[in-house]
């Protein structure tokens, strides 16, 4: 009986633990949101429109809203506010062709020479930046 009652409250903790991941953490991390901006328009994507697929160098965001995704793609250049880790990280273009990082930022995306974001299967690429210290 003993046992059963550990078990039931690392559950309940392992619960409580994920349903805190979007508490905010940073004073400058809006957690749970993901902003496009590319100083004409700004769109503002709620947890529910996307997913955040993070890994050591490269993470994916996949775009679930369709209308969303529309607006998105039309954007020239953007630049991505998301918070990871608690955390607020920036995203910033980088025309395909570059060999060089865009500066002051967390990581790059690839775009295309109009400046829109080149995306693979409803997903955007996010490149881990080397030189970001």
Known sequence: MGLLKIIALSITTV????N???EQK????ICCKLTFDDSINKNI??????NLIDDEL????VIVNYSKKKL???MVEPT??????????IAKPNLITNSSFPANCDYFYPTD?????????????????PIKK
């Open 45 to 50: 994507l709620k947890e529910t429109d996307y």
């Open 58 to 61: 490269i993470s994916q965001l």
């Open 15 to 18: 619960c409580l633990i994920q």
């Open 80 to 89: 991505i506010i998301f918070c990871n880790n608690n955390k607020q990280k």
């Open 20 to 22: 805190k991941s979007c």
């Open 72 to 74: 998105i793609f039309e």
């Open 113 to 129: 020479f109009s400046g829109k974001i080149i995306m693979f299967n409803d997903t955007i690429p996010l490149y881990k930046n």
């Open 26 to 29: 940073d004073s400058s991390c």
